[in-house]
Nanobody, 118 residues
Framework: QVQLVESGGGLVQAGGSLRLSCAAS????????MAWVRQAPGKEREFVAA?????GFVNSVKGRFTISRDRAKNMVYLQMNSLKPEDTAVYYC??????????????WGQGTQVTVSS
């Protein structure tokens, strides 16, 4: 079983950048497909990006958000550029068997708030 802890959220102006971090413990990030999912106020959870165990990428925010993995540090990151107010949400790190937009992940972190001001 893996435990996930997100960090790096905060308040940023539109057009700015943030890098979210997800620290994994208990298992390694290479044992799972890792993903970022977000949930805006009043909306359902939305897939953002995932990386498979073999390193393949699935990304729904092409050109602005990039997921990466550091096996040595057992970390997963989400680099977010050109942020927009509509990117405001709680961002969750998740782990599971398949890198998929289906949100069918087995383990979830507690989330980190990202707020983008206009």
């Amino acid at each position: 079983q893996v435990q996930l802890v997100e960090s790096g959220g905060g308040l940023v102006q539109a057009g700015g950048s943030l890098r979210l971090s997800c620290a994994a413990s208990g298992r390694t990030v290479s044992d799972y497909a890792m993903a970022w999912v977000r949930q805006a106020p009043g909306k359902e959870r939305e897939f953002v990006a995932a990386i498979s165990r073999s390193g393949g990428f699935v990304n729904s925010v092409k050109g602005r958000f990039t997921i990466s993995r550091d096996r040595a540090k057992n970390m997963v990151y989400l680099q977010m550029n050109s942020l927009k107010p509509e990117d405001t949400a709680v961002y969750y790190c998740a782990a599971g068997g398949v890198a998929s937009p289906s949100l069918e992940y087995d383990y979830w972190g507690q989330g980190t708030q990202v707020t983008v001001s206009s």
